[in-house]
């Protein structure tokens, strides 16, 4: 079965840092782009970054609202992708989730994970 | 980047009866990259229709997906007990690609 488990969530304070984890399994992970998706109850979904398949590099982008702030990786050998979080702002708060792409990029998601909660306050 | 409006936000129907879901775009949508996605509490969201109105694998036929341009639909024939959710479309024909803000099936 196909499957995306994200992890990592939590509560941190404002400037902290968190990693986030999404760990994949039942499809070849490296032939994929992956992105972060977050949702909150103020913005609704909002895209957070991508990392490319393994032909492109792994090749990380970001939205705006984060970049510098928000570093992606991944570990194909985890079959794993990383949402490393640093500088958090109380706005950061949300479900946090991996999407997978279909093969070719296309920026739409056709496999989610349940998501991971990241609360930021003090 | 173009705004997708859904409509309505909310939709109070009984099973067995027939859910129509609009999204409207700020801007064309180019090449019918549009997209409907599922969403339960606790859960996934799982993706419904690409293209615009084709099926992703092992969705029901009760689903369809029609439209082109700033005005897409999403149907769902006949609401059985499982189909209460929330719905959201996205387009990826522009960057960043946008979510609409969402849909919410309720039991009447």
């Known amino acids: 079965e196909e499957q995306l488990v994200e992890s990592g969530g939590g509560l941190v304070q404002p400037g902290g840092s968190l990693r986030l984890s999404c760990t994949a399994s039942?499809?070849?992970?490296?032939?994929?782009?992956m992105d972060w998706v977050r949702q909150s109850s103020g913005k609704g979904l909002e895209w957070v970054g991508r990392s490319k398949d393994k032909v492109n590099g792994y090749t990380a982008a970001y939205a705006a609202s984060v970049q510098g702030r928000f570093t992606i990786s991944r570990d194909e050998s985890r079959n794993s992708m990383f949402l490393q979080m640093n500088s958090l702002k109380t706005e950061d708060t949300a479900i946090y989730y991996c999407?997978?792409?279909?093969?070719?990029?296309?920026?739409?998601?056709?496999?989610w994970g349940r998501g991971t909660l990241v609360t930021v306050s003090s | 980047e173009i705004v997708l409006t859904q409509s309505p936000g909310t939709l109070s129907l009984s099973p067995g009866e027939r859910a129509t879901l609009s999204c409207r775009a700020s801007q064309s949508v180019s090449n019918s990259y549009l997209v409907w996605y599922q969403q339960k509490p606790g859960q996934a969201p799982r993706l419904l229709i690409y293209?615009?109105?084709r099926r992703a694998t092992g969705i029901p036929d009760r689903f369809s997906g029609s439209g082109s341009g700033t005005d897409f639909t999403l149907t769902i024939s006949r609401l059985e007990p499982e189909d209460f959710a929330v719905y959201f479309c996205?387009?990826?024909?522009?960057?960043?690609?946008?979510f609409g803000q969402g849909t919410k099936v309720e039991i009447k």
């Open positions: 039942g499809f070849i992970f490296s032939d994929h782009y």
């Open positions: 293209a615009a109105s």
């Open positions: 996205q387009q990826h024909s522009s960057s960043p690609q946008t």
């Open positions: 999407g997978r792409r279909p093969r070719g990029g296309y920026w739409y998601f056709d496999l």
